[in-house]
């Protein structure tokens, strides 16, 4: 969870939910942030305090 520039934690958030008909659920077992995720950690981006961090997942 991004809190501000330099701070990130791990908090629990809601489910998932099937909103559409074309949407999938797939389960994480890994997941971390990766280079183009660093402009937001350092500030270098406007980004909203409260979402959720990293998109390099590994799931089945």
Known sequence: MYNG???VSVKTIDDPKIEKQTDVIIR???T???GSDLH???GRTSFEKG????HENLGW
């Open 28 to 30: 994480l077992t890994t």
């Open 51 to 54: 979402r959720v961090f990293g």
């Open 32 to 34: 971390n942030i990766c």
């Open 40 to 42: 937001m950690y350092e």
């Open 5 to 7: 520039p330099k701070d």
